[in-house]
């Protein structure tokens, strides 16, 4: 009596440690879909270790295309800030899609009228949204690694056979067998074998350890899409269908995965079941020997879980675009609007802002030929550059540009902008900037018009030099292979290449002894400068600020320099 007594007071026990388990877990789940739904719309808040953040380009690196941003414009335009305010992914698939969509502009509408139609349908269906965020929140990332860089790391491994695994195997039992005829051979062989056995699998087992993660995420990829494609959500059919087809090649994969998916506590005590299955590991090897045939599978559908990465990365990166559609809409209240792309040379944006700056000012303008700007330091030039370049590439990648009109055909997007000297290398910033414009004078004629945005041509080197090699290449640039925008300080440049460029300008004015700049671009190139008038707004001596006033007037008189 006493014995049902205990066994019906331990079964309560783990009843009630059941039933608390999931009522946890449903109260957790409650609290996170309430997440969700607050934090749809509003800004990205995600913490990013360093290691990790510099892997988020694996599945870009893996997947070269004509047309791609190269680093030089990524970096110009600091697209990395602009990744981050629309990154809302919850797994390390979207995250890392996400990345390479904005690395990859579209040359053609087909996915890109697909990417639109799946972000409008999560805007309008939020329970299906939730459904699909909740199962990448169960597939979660890869820790500071890429899913991309385990993958190369199995190609280290090589083919792994289980002959020896096998053979061990089938020894044991020939001397289980032999107990029943000679008990103490069979015995002795026994533990012999055993003995062998483990200490060969600490040995293996250290060998696989580190690629048991990738086989682990995997399972979960594997297990997320298969929940995924049973979602009623008529806009992913196509993803759906690709899902079912990888599921059916990686489907052996499923067979004993247990064994190594569940092995990372080898050798410590806790849970009676998982100690039980730690023995069996030491003594048969099971889970090396999964291992292997999992490996040896894997290695022959490499592209199928490719395939999965690509479906369910992009189903990810469509909720990211409408939940950031509605951030711009509703916390920046600055509105965005789907592009036209159009076959005529040119490109018309209005109320043009860039979605990093806080209160920006809007511009715009349309225009068939390059465009040259002119202005003052701090005037609002660069950040009109990349404003534009910014747009275009969103246009081009998620179907959305923080404007209220964008008109234009498909580009290939480059920049030459934000250059440094190359200590390292031992190239100072001229040799710097001069191979950076050479790779976009060498992009024209192939096929898309080259949209380009330089800022301060040759700054690196003399006046003379700067202006006469700047007109060439800004007039190569101006050629029908290109719509180029440049920013410069030298005036001169807008009589010059008056016939090839449009000019605008952006100009300030001084109140109260201060510089006020309103950041409206204007037609026309700039009458105003204000480099001698800042000097003075700094303090600097009256004499100087006089004699260099005269100078610089007597020069654009004369055209001669005179020191006095």
């Known amino acids: 009596m006493e014995y049902l007594v205990f066994i019906g007071a331990l079964a309560a026990f783990f009843l009630f440690l059941f039933l608390k388990g999931a009522y946890d877990a449903r109260k957790d789940r409650k609290r996170f879909e309430a ?236 849970n009676p079941l998982e100690i039980l299955m730690d023995y069996i590991r030491m003594v048969f090897h099971v889970d090396i020997i999964v291992f292997n045939r999992m490996l040896s599978h894997l290695s022959k559908h490499l592209d199928a879980v490719d395939s999965l990465v690509c479906q369910v990365g992009l189903v990810e990166t469509s ?20 592009p036209e792309f159009v076959s005529s040379k040119g490109l018309s944006i209005q109320q043009a802002y860039h979605p990093l700056v806080s209160h920006p000012v809007k511009n715009g303008l349309s225009t068939r030929r390059g465009v040259l700007l002119t202005g003052s330091n701090a005037s609002g030039k660069s950040t009109f550059l990349k404003t534009v370049a910014i747009n275009a590439l969103l246009a081009q990648t998620i179907h959305t540009c923080a404007a209220s009109s964008y008109s234009a055909p498909f580009f290939r997007i480059l920049s030459s902008m934000a250059l440094h000297d190359d200590l390292e290398g031992g190239e100072s910033y001229y040799i710097v900037e001069i191979k950076s414009l050479k790779r976009v004078l060498e992009a024209g004629g192939k096929g898309l018009t080259v949209l380009c945005f330089v800022d301060e041509v040759l700054r690196g080197t003399n006046t003379v030099e700067r202006i006469a090699a700047s007109t060439q290449i800004l007039k190569s640039l101006g050629g029908s292979d290109y719509l180029c925008f440049a920013a410069t300080h030298d005036i001169e440049l807008t009589d010059l290449l008056g016939d090839v460029y449009e000019n605008y300008h952006f100009e300030e004015e001084v109140k109260d002894g201060d510089i006020c700049f309103n950041y409206r671009l204007l037609p026309g190139k700039a009458q105003t400068r204000n480099a001698i008038r800042l000097l003075e707004l700094m303090g600097y001596e009256e004499g100087i600020i006089r004699k260099a006033t005269r100078q610089a007037e007597e020069f654009l008189a004369t055209g001669n320099w005179k020191c006095t």
């Open 35 to 270: 997440r969700l739904v607050e934090d749809y719309g509003q800004a990205a808040c995600k913490e990013y270790k360093l290691e990790r953040f510099f892997r988020l380009d694996r599945f870009y690196r893996a997947h070269p295309a004509a047309g791609q941003i190269d680093d030089i414009t990524w970096n110009d335009l600091s697209l990395d800030e602009v990744f981050k305010q629309m990154d809302y992914t919850l797994s390390s698939t979207g995250q890392e899609y996400l990345y390479y969509t904005l690395r990859t502009p579209r040359a053609d509408e087909e996915g890109l009228l697909h990417l639109e139609e799946m972000a409008r349908y999560f805007d309008e269906n939020p329970k299906e949204r939730m459904d699909v965020q909740l199962l990448m929140k169960q597939l979660g990332g890869t820790g500071n690694y890429s899913l991309y860089d385990y993958l190369e790391y199995l190609e280290n491994l090589g083919k792994r056979s289980n002959r020896k695994h096998w053979t061990a195997i089938l020894l044991i039992c020939a001397m289980v067998a032999a107990c029943f005829f000679q008990p103490s051979v069979g015995i002795v062989g026994i533990v012999c074998l055993m003995c062998y056995n483990i200490t060969t699998y600490f040995k293996e087992k250290s060998e696989i350890e580190p690629y048991v993660v990738s086989l682990a995420y995997i399972m979960r990829l594997l297990y997320t899409s298969g929940k995924l494609a049973k979602l009623p959500i008529p806009v992913c059919t196509k993803e759906w269908e690709e899902i079912q087809r990888c599921e059916e090649a990686l489907s052996s994969m499923r067979t004993g995965s247990f064994w190594v998916i569940s092995s990372g506590n080898t050798g410590v005590g806790g």
């Open 319 to 338: 909720i990211c675009v409408a939940s950031y559609r509605k951030y711009l809409d509703v916390a920046l209240q600055e509105g965005w609007c789907e």
